[in-house]
């Protein structure tokens, strides 16, 4: 039982730090980037391949973070530079990076199983595979959230996020929101990297699939951590994205729990997305304050 | 910050729940975990094998052990939550129906048993240390393809043929391994060969109808994409009058010309009968990795006649119309 649990914490931890990315780009500059699907498979493939050459895996996961980090720098400049529409531009990059993917891995499927991986240390301290996931996992977490905090609190930082709410305001201060753009999709794509290389050495090998997917994934536990756990201040809402992925693996786990055929699991997904969406319209419905909502996803 | 606290009660409510559904977990009869990546025909139908020999030998699911059949749909992380799944049951052995399942369900445990079937590779899967000795916790069959003796069989269909055209998928690492095979055997008979690779289903119509011209037969090994895809390959090869032979009973029935081959139930019914040996207390480092010996020919007979095309005398009784079973 209790390793269900664990289990669903630690995978949640894991995809959390690409939630906080996808939350960037998606709510910060309120662009829906694609690049994510491909990414996620890029942090893991670099990641694996440096493992299976027999470097250190820590280097696997810096080096994780800035090939996330050039591939928001593709995204961006096909988006602001040569005026390629953000959704097709991210598009595009994804699939692009399926064929950077399978050159960076020279297979498809590279194994990690019993290989050295970050997470040997703790593990050699005589912790489980699942706590030393948990452990790092939430010291990522709890890292990427409290950097983050104090960058968006910076004065580019600020700017970022005023280039999602009012580009124009941006301009009007002086500020290229072309610059601001790129650097939200490159931080962006770095946390998706993080990641992909955190998932793959967890789940013991990278696949050229294991990306598919992932925007929903990624925008479901979004949504999650929003409805259930608030968008207040700026820190509060890094920590729901956290909660959010962690909420989406243990209603995952349940379901498999219960017997559930997971065939259905897809199905079941979409309903629990679509039910965190109009909780609140459900909460007006039972104030009987019936009016039209603003926005939405 | 009310919300947050009523979050955090509604998760500790689920853990509850959950908690409580592991109070009845009691059993009195073993319990199998089956594991698989995603629906298709060749592993469903290894699943089915393994099924009905557990049960023609005595275990019958519901009566003498409880069978648990977990499907990932395609989604690597899903996997994940069914390996913890299976972990937590503390099942007796699981089936692990292709790569993936196998990889993420050796990383969640050392002790259970695991048993993979329709995965190529265990050395190279980083699954066993070898096929003889395998050395950890898992054993099963490879669904290696008897490529050469398929290649051979083209000549059987097409004495004349020169050039062979292969086509697969490039992510798929079992299709690659086939074709590098298939590059050196069809360069051993004195052929040439030529190739075209997908990344996914959308490529297949155009990746099929650009090496029509260039080839006297294509060749496709065992690939999950060209798996579900037959049909397009075959109204293409009709179109160019082309004969394809593929690495898989099933693909040939969708839409090929011959095979001789993996037969997929049966590779299911022979780790079934492993797992017999598994469940009778035999150690799963020390069982060798078994491969299939006796394949199975598959004659298109549809195919045949649109191409107008011979079938070799003794291979006329494997002849069969599309659409019979």
């Excluded at chain 1, 598919?212 to 929003?226: Q, R």
Aim: charged share 15%; with cysteine.
């Amino acid at each position: 039982m209790e390793q269900i649990l664990l289990g669903a914490l630690s995978l949640g931890l894991l995809w959390s730090v690409m939630t906080i990315g996808v939350y960037i780009t998606f709510r910060i500059l309120s662009i829906a980037d694609m690049t994510v699907e491909g990414t996620i498979t890029l942090g893991a493939a670099v990641t694996a391949r440096v493992i299976s050459l027999g470097a250190s895996p820590w280097l696997g996961l810096l080096l994780a973070i800035v090939a996330g980090l050039l591939a928001g720098l593709i995204t961006g400049l096909l988006h602001t530079k040569l005026g390629i529409p953000a959704l097709l531009s991210g598009i595009l990059t994804m699939i692009a990076l399926f064929s950077i993917n399978l050159r960076v891995m020279t297979k498809a499927n590279i194994s990690l199983l019993r290989m050295p991986t970050v997470y040997s240390p703790l593990m050699a301290l005589g912790l489980d595979k699942t706590w030393a996931v948990i452990v790092l996992g939430g010291l990522c977490a709890a890292l990427v959230i409290s950097l983050l905090y104090w960058f968006f609190g910076t004065e580019i930082g600020s700017a970022i996020r005023a280039t999602g709410a009012n580009p124009n305001m941006v301009r009007a201060q002086g500020i290229h929101t072309d610059t601001t753009i790129i650097l939200g999709l490159m931080i962006s794509n770095a946390l998706v990297g993080i990641s992909g290389s955190l998932i793959a050495q967890s789940q013991n090998y990278a696949d050229l699939q294991m990306g598919t997917g992932a925007i929903v994934i990624g925008l479901a536990s979004m949504i999650i951590g929003e409805v259930l756990f608030g968008k207040r201040n700026f820190f509060l809402r890094f920590l729901s994205m956290v909660l959010g992925s962690i909420t989406y693996r243990i209603i995952i786990a349940l379901v498999l729990k219960m017997g559930m055929p997971s065939d259905d699991l897809k199905l079941f997904t979409a309903i629990t997305v679509v039910f965190a969406l109009s909780l609140p319209k459900i909460k007006d419905l039972i104030n009987g304050r019936l009016r039209p909502r603003k926005g939405g996803v | 910050m009310n919300t947050l606290r009523k979050s955090i009660a509604l998760i500790l409510a689920l853990t509850l729940s959950l908690t409580v559904f592991s109070v009845f977990a009691e059993r009195d009869k073993p319990l199998i975990g089956i594991i698989q990546i995603v629906d298709h025909v060749a592993l469903d139908a290894a699943r089915q094998g393994f099924v009905d020999a557990l049960a023609e030998n005595g275990y019958k699911d519901g009566e003498s052990v409880t069978l648990d059949y977990r499907n990932a749909q395609g989604s690597p992380d899903v996997l994940s939550s069914i390996a913890d799944h299976f972990v937590a049951e503390k099942a007796d052995l699981v089936l692990a129906i292709a790569t993936p399942s196998a990889q993420t369900m050796a990383g969640k445990t050392d002790s259970i048993p695991i048993l993979g079937t329709a995965i190529t590779d265990y050395v190279s899967a980083r699954l066993a240390q070898s096929d003889d000795k395998p050395g950890y916790n898992v054993t099963g069959t490879t669904d290696m393809n008897p490529i050469k003796e398929q290649i051979e069989l083209i000549r059987r269909f097409l004495p004349e043929a020169k050039t062979i055209g292969l086509l697969y998928t490039a992510s798929e690492d079992n299709s690659v391994l086939q074709a590098q095979i298939a590059r050196d055997v069809i360069e051993g008979m004195g052929m040439a060969y030529t190739e075209v690779t997908v990344h996914n289903s959308n490529d297949v119509q155009q990746a099929t109808q650009s090496i029509m011209d260039k080839c006297d037969a294509i060749y496709i090994p065992t690939d999950n994409v060209f798996a579900s895809a037959m049909p397009v390959v075959y109204e293409v090869a009709i179109q160019n009058q082309k004969p394809v032979f593929c690495g898989e009973a099933g693909m040939t029935m969708g839409g090929g010309l011959a095979t001789l081959g993996v037969n997929y139930y049966n590779l299911g019914h022979q780790t079934g009968l492993m797992a017999l040996k598994v469940l009778a207390g035999e150690a799963v480092a020390d069982m060798p990795i078994e491969r299939q010996t006796d394949f199975d020919y598959t004659v298109n007979k549809t195919f045949c006649d649109a191409l107008g095309i011979a079938i070799p005398e003794d291979l006329v009784p494997y002849a069969k119309e599309m659409g019979e079973n």
